[in-house]
């Protein structure tokens, strides 16, 4: 008697996580008096879960803007932008402002630390918003600062507190990571550290990390480098060879 043959294996099938965000159609106008600013122009664009995406462009590009929309910060004059399963366009203020406490971890070019707390009470302040925080030493030591958490700000360098404000901005587990020209105001060597901080977070906790510069050197440890214009997406690539921050130049 003949052996059954036993049932085929499908093909494992690759997968590609589901995206984040998902915009589209989104438009910004700023008006002052009779004066009409168009920030962004008709935008579409998809954000994977897990991506670290680097937005380039020139000044009036549209990248803070986009940033803004991204992160709750601001309301598109037009087109649709969504959060996963949450639609941001149209909420209310107590809705966005949940967003952000809940979801959305902050980077700017300027740390805004307290100088009157050390770095450990600086971060510390966020986790009284937070509904499942990390313990803050544990964040204090992924950016690499647990020798100097009880120091003050005015006893740091600018790049580390520039990694307080990442410790402060990853201590409430974000799913999304924005930072705006993160390195602006560091020098080179700097600026490599704060961004090697920046890709261990995306790297090792699979939070989704989209970083604006002017600096096209930075594009190298992107996923992907969307490239802004006129408030408008003029180009969009993906590297198949990512470049850890080490190896950048500038």
């Not at 009157?116 to 009470?121: A, C, I, Q």
């Amino acid at each position: 008697m003949a052996e059954a043959t036993p049932p085929a294996v499908p093909a494992a099938r690759a997968t590609t996580p589901p995206p984040v965000f998902i915009a589209r159609g989104l438009g910004k106008v700023y008006r002052t008096g009779e004066v009409e600013v168009q920030a962004l122009r008709d935008v579409d664009l998809d954000i994977a879960r897990g991506e670290f995406i680097v937005l380039l462009g020139p000044s009036g590009s549209g990248k803070s803007t986009l940033l803004n929309i991204l992160g709750g910060l601001d309301a598109p004059s037009s087109g649709d932008v969504r959060f996963g399963e949450h639609r941001l366009t149209g909420a209310g203020e107590a809705e966005l402002t949940a967003y952000r406490r809940e979801h959305v971890g902050f980077v700017f070019q300027f740390y805004n630390l307290i100088p009157s707390l050390t770095v450990r009470e600086n971060v510390a302040l966020v986790t009284d918003i937070a509904t499942d925080p990390m313990p803050i030493d544990e964040a204090i030591d992924r950016v690499g600062l647990t020798p100097r958490r009880d120091h003050f700000p005015a006893q740091l360098s600018g790049g580390e507190q520039q990694r307080v404000a990442i410790a402060r901005a990853i201590v409430k587990r974000p799913e999304v990571l924005l930072c705006d020209e993160p390195t602006g105001a560091l020098d080179y060597q700097t600026g490599k550290l704060v961004l090697e901080v920046i890709e261990r977070i995306n790297r090792e906790l699979g939070t989704t990390a989209i970083v604006i510069t002017h600096n096209a050197a930075i594009a190298g440890m992107a996923d992907r480098v969307i490239r802004l214009g006129d408030g408008r997406i003029v180009g969009i690539e993906t590297n198949a060879h990512k470049v850890s921050p080490s190896e950048l130049s500038w």
